[in-house]
């Protein structure tokens, strides 16, 4: 994929670019600030664009907002955002087009989850940090939701909510293909959830399904 890197910080930058370039991936710019991100974006129109959420000039959520421009201008671009801390209403709020994922920084030294999750962003999927769905799936009002789950459902339902496939969650939980499918079919039915949904579609339902009305979740 040609991707362009949107990064203040010099180190961790060049780290990703090299981890990117070895994997076999095409790093065609790299940016400092959300301006020259958007410069970039617009002179390469790369399929990828990787995005550290709080970058300059004013530090807070300059990424972000680039983000939503670059999804406005070039919706075909994939967009994975970048974070120190959990930022939950960017992710909530972007990953509704697909072609998106929003990881921890920390994430990307689990190299193959990271790579994997790029891959899923490239093909209009999703990938949302575990911690992220933590705190959807977690409190009192989802509690109640999820009642009906088994414990298995649930853990399930979590690798879902980030956008792992079927395939992808069978070898996360150590099962066979044919009890994913059964497990999903089971959480599906007890949510009232469209069972024919696939990829992400399926994301968005689980995340709707989430955040209904009564669902809160903690402030970043």
């Known amino acids: 994929m040609r991707i362009v890197i949107g990064e203040d910080s010099a180190l961790f930058r060049e780290g990703l670019a090299r981890l990117l ?6 790093v065609v710019e790299k940016a400092h600030d959300a301006p020259s991100l958007l410069r970039a ?20 959520d300059d990424g972000a907002r680039a983000a939503r421009q670059i999804r406005t201008t070039r919706p075909r671009c994939g ?3 970048l974070s120190q801390h959990i930022e939950t209403r960017h992710s909530v709020e972007l990953v509704t087009d ?19 999750a790029i891959r899923r962003i490239g093909a209009g999927g999703s990938a949302l940090d575990p911690e992220v769905v933590r705190r959807l799936v ?12 088994t414990e298995r459902e649930r853990d399930v339902l979590a690798l879902m909510a980030e956008g792992l496939t079927n395939i992808g969650i069978a070898r996360r939980l150590w099962l066979t ?25 399926r994301v968005l339902a689980v995340l709707a399904y989430l955040n209904q009305p009564g669902t809160t979740t903690p402030a970043p």
């Open 177 to 201: 293909d044919r009890t994913v499918e059964a497990h999903v079919s089971s959480i599906m039915n007890k949510l009232g959830l469209p069972t024919s949904e696939e990829g992400h579609r």
């Open 138 to 149: 977690g409190g009192q009002r989802s509690d109640r939701l999820l009642a009906p789950l």
């Open 79 to 81: 967009i994975m955002l």
């Open 98 to 116: 697909g072609g998106f994922g929003y990881l921890l920084k920390d994430r990307v030294l689990d190299v193959d989850d990271f790579l994997d």
């Open 21 to 26: 370039a070895d994997a076999g991936h095409e």
């Open 41 to 60: 974006v617009e002179r390469t129109e790369p399929e990828l664009a990787i995005i550290d959420i709080r970058m300059p000039p004013d530090r807070t």
